[in-house]
């Protein structure tokens, strides 16, 4: 079997890609050949630089027209199976026409549609995202229950039960060789991601009263300073972002170069009260050591609306549990549940903690600490569950099976002419060179909707002003 896999946004070296290259990495190792499909939309991904393929990158470069890439779509269409993990945002509107259009030429692989959204926002982040799922022959969501299931479905009924949720694997055995002893352990407490404020990165600053700084280390590692993580919001306790006034003087950041060598600025160096660390970016097995040496990894993801959750984790969270002690977000615990159906909470293991519980979550650490047989009982618990649920010799096989058995719908749609309804010259528009947005904020709400410089612009029927009841 041959398998494409397919970069709408191009290779970003983040969770999209790292979920593709286990599945790649696993297919290769089981006698199937891969190919990977990298769309240059004019921006650079410096954490790319530390994933690696097992099959070619074919690059599709960012002047290039989707006839530019004939070579590339006839490769495409030789395999048996096309996985589109990612596709360009508003934010990528140049380009984003052009990955509709090659997706609309792949014809004879099975097309899986891979949408990693897992928030209102960011699915509807996806100009096209309804009209691209309708190309699928089977879509993946982050929950069979949320927002992008609505969307896909609304238009599209035929979606319905193409859609698998999202299987979050990992080879747990290449963690082994990271995890330390209890009795070999740091006292050290880590967040470990991506600035999000979804995932609560200030509590590592929160927590910074409540520990002993001479005892105890606290550890910002892949957290990268923007707008979301340096601006305040009230009230301070439950603020998200760490490098907000209240405590940039306090944290030295440190530099990481294309060799994933650490380095200190020479204004962070002048730095002269610092109590935490930040790594902006890490060389991926030094940052699984550093967590397989730390006492605790601060996990704080967490969804406001509790059905996005699916049944799963995120990646982060995988490698706290297995390589740490996880402290995971309340409302997650209480909420979230796993694929048999209990909550996340239900599970011995974790220890559950929310913001402006900094205290608690403190003097558990410490006592934890003091005792290398819980701690050791605990983690070993957090380890099998994610052996359990996320072990890809057992969901691999379990998704290429109903990929295979679902094969190629019979009954697709052309989305243009289904949203005639409320978009009646859509096509028209399209054919003027418009970008048509099919977003949940237009689809759900029937808006037509076109993309003009990254923003939806609602399209307003036009007065009749010739009558006296178009007048007024």
């Known amino acids: 079997m041959k ?15 790292r979920g593709a290259t286990i599945l790649e990495k696993w297919l290769t190792e089981h006698g199937h050949q891969t190919v990977n499909i990298d769309f240059d939309c004019g921006q650079i991904f410096y954490r790319a630089r530390n994933l690696s393929f097992t099959g070619p990158i074919l690059k599709c470069e960012k002047n290039w027209t989707v006839d530019d890439c004939k070579d590339i779509l006839a490769e495409v ?27 609309s030429r792949v014809h004879d692989p099975i097309i899986v549609v891979h949408d990693h959204g897992i928030t209102k926002s960011n699915i509807n982040m996806i100009p096209q995202g309804g009209e691209i799922m ?25 979606m319905e039960s193409n859609l698998y949720e999202n299987p979050i694997w990992v080879d747990t055995q290449l963690y082994d060789k990271f995890r330390a002893s209890a009795e070999e352990r740091r006292k050290h407490i880590v967040y470990m991601g991506r600035m999000s404020s979804i995932k609560d990165p200030a509590m590592i600053c929160r927590l910074l009263p409540h520990v002993d700084i001479d005892e105890w280390d606290l550890s910002l590692i892949g957290c990268e300073r923007s707008i979301s993580g340096a601006t305040v919001t009230e009230p301070l306790d439950l603020c998200t972002a760490p490098y907000i006034p ?71 969270m995988i490698e706290s549990y297995l390589l740490s002690m996880p402290i995971i977000q309340r409302h997650f615990a209480e909420n979230a549940k796993s ?25 558990e650490m410490k006592r934890i600490a003091a005792s290398p047989n819980e701690f050791n009982e605990r983690t070993r618990a957090c380890q099998e569950l994610i052996n359990k649920f996320n072990n890809i010799d057992v969901l691999a096989p379990k998704f290429l099976d109903f990929v295979l058995t679902k094969g190629k719908r019979s009954d697709k749609i052309n989305y243009i002419e289904a949203i005639s309804d409320f978009f009646p010259d859509a096509a028209a528009r399209r054919a003027n060179g418009e970008i048509i947005v099919s977003s949940g904020t237009s689809i759900l709400n029937k808006k037509p909707m076109t993309l003009v410089a990254g923003k939806n612009n609602e399209i307003k029927p036009v007065k009749d002003v010739a009558s006296l009841e178009g007048f007024f």
């Open 339 to 363: 694929p048999e159906g209990k909550l996340w909470g239900e599970y011995d293991g974790p220890i559950i903690a929310e913001a402006r519980e900094e205290a608690f979550i403190a003097d």
């Open 134 to 158: 309708s190309m699928a022959d089977v879509g993946v969501v982050q929950s069979l229950n949320g927002h992008s299931k609505q969307m896909y479905t609304a238009i599209d009924k035929s």
């Open 77 to 103: 269409n030789s395999c048996d199976i096309a996985i589109l993990h990612s596709v360009p945002t508003r934010k990528q509107e140049k380009y984003i026409d052009r990955c509709r259009e090659f997706m």
């Open 246 to 316: 209240a405590y940039r003087n306090l944290i030295r950041i440190h530099s990481v170069n294309v060799k994933g060598e650490i380095r200190v600025p020479r204004a962070e160096a002048l730095k002269t009260n610092t109590k935490i660390n930040s790594y902006e970016k890490y060389a991926y097995d030094w940052g699984m050591e550093t967590l397989g040496k730390s006492m605790g990894s601060w996990c704080g993801y967490r969804l406001r609306n509790s059905e996005e959750y699916g049944n799963r984790m995120e990646y982060t």
């Open 3 to 17: 398998v494409a896999f397919i970069f709408g946004k191009g290779i970003e070296g983040c969770g999209v890609t």
